[in-house]
């Protein structure tokens, strides 16, 4: 991941609505939303909602899929866990086993982190 991508990935992320529908998606999964769906659970109104969707698809943190007259929204993981790569690869000075005692103090669980390779 480049800066230019990891910015366009926050601008999109620093709504309240877009932070709320990305991370609907990503609870999800796989299955994702249709867009009646993502409006109905987050009590948003329909057109209201298209701009974030299209927002969020543009800066590529969603991908949409044609099914019959509906689109089917889903959060791109891939793209969310590079972020996560991208914010942490230079974790103390790349030798992220110093941080160990940093992760107990992180709300993240523990199956969801990266394992820190031994020193």
């Given at each position: 991941m480049d800066k230019l991508t990891a910015t366009s990935v926050f601008e999109s992320l620093s709504s309240g609505v877009r932070l709320d529908v990305f991370r609907l998606l990503v609870k999800k999964g796989l299955d994702g939303m249709v867009a009646g769906e993502i409006a109905t659970t987050l009590e948003l109104p329909p057109t209201n909602l298209s701009f974030?969707?299209?927002?969020?698809?543009?800066?590529?943190?969603?991908?949409?899929?044609?099914?019959?007259?509906?689109?089917?929204?889903?959060?791109?993981?891939?793209?969310?866990?590079?972020?996560?790569?991208?914010?942490?690869?230079?974790?103390?000075?790349?030798?992220?086993?110093?941080?160990?005692?940093?992760?107990?103090?992180?709300?993240?669980?523990?199956?969801?982190?990266?394992?820190?390779?031994?020193?």
């Open positions: 974030h969707l299209k927002a969020l698809t543009h800066a590529r943190l969603l991908t949409v899929q044609q099914e019959g007259r509906y689109q089917r929204y889903r959060a791109n993981i891939p793209l969310m866990l590079d972020l996560i790569t991208y914010l942490t690869e230079e974790c103390c000075s790349g030798n992220p086993q110093q941080c160990i005692d940093l992760l107990t103090a992180s709300a993240c669980s523990a199956s969801v982190l990266l394992p820190i390779p031994p020193a």
